[in-house]
Every structure is written in structure tokens, then in C-alpha cells.
């Protein structure tokens, strides 16, 4: 950000009152689901991870993968500059498909952070991304939206301001994310700019970058200058970007475009196989493991090829299928053990890990998506995950962002923030004077102790009923997503843009109309 922006921010930020991590608004916005103008700051684990593979287990899938790497090989498809790095860095190059032998990958990735800043043009909002971290970001990808009216349709660009608007109100997401619906109603080859302004213009958390051509990619990176500055880009990570393995062991010329961009402005990519087993890897958990780690091991050193020192994510999403009828299955138990496993790996390699987030393949956001959407992130949250996509809004197998869903979803975020902070065994934690006070056969409801913490004490849902049968009657039988529903009309009704500098505000819209107006719509 340029000094005067900068400076400007922190004026703002003064005026308003918004600040992201101090006083009563943030204690208010830990002990619930929090409200518009609070934010918490990254979560900062203060619990143990869990772990399913000993010692014999990861040596296992190391040496498998290894084997795949050399053997078998990763194909870079229609990519002659990666092929010809590949080949000066010591690989074995046949056609499109590179063999690489033991070690190569792994001495790459030496050059490689383990943590790293992602900067936002708030500077209170910036976050961390590895070590003890975990960062929420919401839904990505999806063409369709389940609407405030019950409508499932596509997405439009309202839609997506209204997700990023949302998504900068609520105290535990962390990050913008990137494409948190996709605007159809924008032609195909200029909704890139549209949606980068976006995260800029409605929210000042960090985002993530357009990956779907590397002119878009390119786009992304300018864009972000006008609000940094072009040396405080290149010396410094403003943007996390999403760049998907074509499972099984393919990269292609779509994904790799983008990767060599971000790779080469300093720009993390996180490299993530998308697979559900059974159909794009292997059905069983150790097998899968394998394909992943050879695929971020192709992936994510050839990041560093471009530029040594680019910051890079282990990432992986795997999920099961029916093998009656082929279709996604979310919150069973074999992608958390690929969780848990991948997260291990990662720790070895010393990268930042991505996976889960809340994911379901309900249609609509009932109990099978409160199930599901509940075991996955409880094996994210555990696995030690660092950046969280797919974290709140996820629906229908990533098909639809929903309004409800998203609602009922930062929720449960806010509680997994409570609990990452492990438990507090401070004086006040320890409550001796509170025993001491009520002693035997009395209660604490009235002590000095529980007055003095009865706000702070426990989480508060913002859309959980735990009031009377009688009183709930009285208030309309409102189901969870009927409550949800209502947080989401009033929190954008009550929405206030951050503080944009009004020149470099200009300077995007002049650059996004000069960029729209050198190329004719396209919708393919």
C-alpha cells in the first residue's frame, strides 16, 4: 500500500471505530457469532493437532510417491517453457510427461517459506499463513446461488458483491477469498475484473486472484499494484490463488499459465489435486495420499523454478463418491483420514497446508448439510490446517453458494475460533476464588467470579434457538435456515463499504474500462 493510502486507512479506521482485533467490539464478537463491524484476527491454534500416520506410515507414502515421480510421472500439458525448465532443473523429459528423479521436488521446495504474510490494503487485516495459523475463507466456485428467496439459479454479480460484502462483516472469516460465486451475467472473458474490484471496493481483507487464463492472472496482479504499489507487489504477497491439478498427474497449460505469473510477482499459489477418489485417484486412503503428495510435489516445486522463494501451499481436496452412482459424497470418513494424512505431509515438506472448509452435497442447507459440513471442518480445524477454503456458503456439492448456508456456517466458524483457543489457564481460567466463594451444596450463579465473566463465558450462536418450546412458538417456529435467512437481509441492509482512497478507486475503474473496452464480450 502507498504511504498515503496508508496513512489514510489508519485515519479511517480511527474515525470509524472499526478496529479489527481490540476492545469491546471483538469481545463481543468472541463470545458469538459476532455482527457487522467486529473482526477477529487469524486464529492462532492453541491445541494440539491430531495425527493417523506413525513414523513407517509416512516413510510409506513418501517412498511410494517417490516411485511415482520417477516412474510413472507428472504430464504438463501444452507448456513448452515448463518442459524446458524441467529438463535444465535435471528432470527427464518424454513427450509432455516428466519423469523426475529421487530428491529433485523435495531440494526445490527448500527455497520455499514454511509462513508468510498475505498483506490486505487494511493493514490490521492482513494475515498469517503457516506455522500455528488457520485463516477462513468462504465459498469458491460455484455457477449457481440459493437465494434469499429460496431460488436456486445462477449466480450474478450482485450476488457476488452481496457474498463479499457478507463475508467482510463476518468476525471469523479472515479472508475475502476469491471466486465466491461465478457471475454469469458478465461476459466470461471480463468478470475477472469485475470480481477482483470487488474484493477491493466492498472488503479490505486479503483475496485471492483470477486463475482462469494467465492474461487474467495478469490483470489480477496490476490490479493489486494500484492499491500496493508496483515494488511493495513484487516484494511482498498480496494474493493467494487457487491453482487445481488436473487429477490424475496432469497439470495444464490453463493452470500452469496463472501459476508462472503469481510464481513469478512473488504471488502464492496453492497447489491443489482435485479429486474425488475413486474416479481421479485410487478408492483407498494411503493410495490417494500417494497421488497427492506426487502431485504438490510436481506442482508445487515447479513454483520455485519460476522464482525461488514464492510462497506455495501443500493443498489438497479430496472427497469421496457413491460407487453406486458416481456422485460426490461429502463428511465421511475416508477424506478426513486423507485430510489428516496430507496435513502431515505438508508439516514435512515445511509448507503451509490448504484443505475442507464446510462441505455438503445437501441441496439445500438442512441437516445432512449440517452433518457433513460439521465433519469436515471439526477434521479440518484438528489436521492443523492453515488456509481454509470452501469455510462458510458451500452447498450442493460446490454447485450453489447459499445465503442461509453461508450464515448458519460462520457461525459454527466463530465456534471452532473459541475452540483453537485451547483452554485458558490463566488465574480467571483456574476459578479458585469462585470455589472458594460457593463451596459445597450452594451455586455459582450469582458469585463474583461468574458476574464478572457471565458475557465472555461462553460462546453465544447467532442462529441457534435455545429458548423455550412456548417462547419459540410465540416467536414463529423459525427453523435455523428461516433465522439465518434474517441475519443475512439485515447484516446487507446494514452493510457500509470500507474506506477506499478515492484516487485509487479512479485509478481501478480506468484501468478496468480500458481492459473491457480492448476485447469484445465472450461467454465462453
Not at 486479503?206 to 490483470?219: H, I, K, L, Q
Request: net charge negative; proline share 5%; glycine share 8%.
Amino acid at each position: 500500500m502507498s504511504e498515503h493510502a496508508a496513512v489514510d486507512q489508519e485515519a479511517s479506521n480511527a474515525r470509524r471505530g472499526r478496529g479489527a482485533s481490540g476492545g469491546a467490539a471483538a469481545r463481543r464478537a468472541a463470545r458469538s457469532g459476532g455482527g457487522p463491524g467486529t473482526q477477529l484476527t487469524y486464529i492462532k491454534r492453541k491445541i494440539n493437532i491430531y495425527e493417523v500416520l506413525d513414523e513407517e506410515g509416512l516413510a510409506l507414502i513418501e517412498k511410494n510417491t517417490d516411485t511415482v515421480l520417477e516412474e510413472i510421472g507428472i504430464i504438463f500439458r501444452d507448456d513448452a517453457e515448463a518442459l524446458q525448465l524441467w529438463k535444465e532443473a535435471g528432470a527427464d523429459v518424454k513427450g509432455e510427461r516428466v519423469h523426475f528423479p529421487k530428491g529433485l521436488c523435495r531440494s526445490l521446495l527448500k527455497t520455499a517459506p514454511s509462513v508468510y504474510t498475505q498483506h490486505a490494503r487494511n493493514s490490521e487485516r492482513s494475515v498469517q499463513i503457516g506455522g500455528n495459523a488457520t485463516v477462513f475463507a468462504p465459498v469458491y466456485g460455484p455457477p449457481f446461488v440459493r437465494d434469499l428467496n429460496g431460488v436456486r439459479r445462477y449466480a450474478t454479480i450482485e450476488d457476488f458483491q452481496n457474498f463479499v460484502k457478507l463475508a467482510y462483516m463476518a468476525p471469523s472469516i479472515h479472508h475475502s477469498g476469491g471466486t465466491v460465486c461465478e457471475p454469469v451475467d458478465v461476459p466470461v472473458n471480463k468478470r475477472h475484473l469485475d470480481m477482483i474490484y470487488s474484493h477491493i471496493k466492498y472488503s479490505d481483507k486479503p483475496f485471492m486472484g483470477s486463475v482462469t487464463a494467465p492474461e487474467r492472472a495478469e490483470d489480477t496482479v496490476a490490479m493489486a499494484k494500484l492499491v500496493f504499489g508496483d515494488d511493495f507487489v513484487e516484494n511482498n504477497t498480496v494474493l493467494t490463488s487457487l491453482i487445481n491439478a488436473n487429477s490424475p498427474m496432469v497439470f495444464d497449460e490453463t493452470m500452469l499459465g496463472a501459476l508462472k505469473v503469481y510464481s513469478r510477482h512473488n504471488q502464492a499459489c496453492i497447489v491443489t489435486p482435485f479429486i474425488l477418489a475413486g474416479a481421479m485417484s485410487p478408492v483407498t486412503v494411503a493410495g490417494t495420499l500417494t497421488q497427492v503428495l506426487a502431485e504438490v510435489l510436481a506442482g508445487a516445486s515447479f513454483t520455485q523454478l519460476i522464482r525461488p522463494g514464492a510462497p506455495v501451499l501443500f493443498g489438497t481436496f479430496a472427497s469421496s463418491i457413491s460407487m453406486q452412482s458416481g456422485a460426490p459424497t461429502f463428511g465421511t470418513p475416508e477424506p478426513s483420514l486423507v485430510s489428516y494424512g496430507a496435513a502431515q505431509l505438508a508439516r514435512r515438506l515445511g509448507l503451509p497446508f490448504r484443505t475442507g472448509g464446510s462441505l455438503c452435497a445437501s441441496k439445500v442447507p438442512d441437516a445432512q448439510a449440517a452433518y457433513e459440513s460439521a465433519n469436515t471442518l471439526n477434521s479440518t480445524i484438528l489436521a492443523g490446517t492453515n488456509f481454509v477454503l470452501h469455510s462458510a456458503g458451500w452447498l450442493e456439492g460446490g454447485l450453489a453458494s447459499c445465503y442461509e448456508k453461508f450464515m448458519m456456517d460462520i457461525d459454527q466458524l466463530g465456534m471452532q475460533q473459541k475452540f483453537s483457543e485451547g483452554v485458558d489457564l490463566s488465574e480467571n481460567g483456574q476459578a479458585m476464588d469462585a470455589i472458594r466463594q460457593v463451596g459445597p451444596g450452594s451455586h455459582y450463579l450469582g458469585c463474583d467470579h461468574t458476574q464478572a465473566n457471565f458475557q465472555t463465558a461462553f460462546y453465544r450462536s447467532s442462529i441457534a434457538d435455545n429458548n423455550s418450546y412456548e417462547q419459540w412458538l410465540a416467536e414463529g417456529e423459525k427453523t435455523a435456515p428461516q433465522r439465518a435467512n434474517e441475519l443475512a437481509r439485515r447484516w446487507l441492509e446494514s452493510y457500509e463499504a470500507p474506506h477506499l482512497d478515492a484516487s485509487i478507486d479512479e485509478a481501478l475503474k480506468e484501468f478496468i474500462a480500458k481492459k473491457k473496452g480492448s476485447m469484445p464480450d465472450a461467454f465462453t
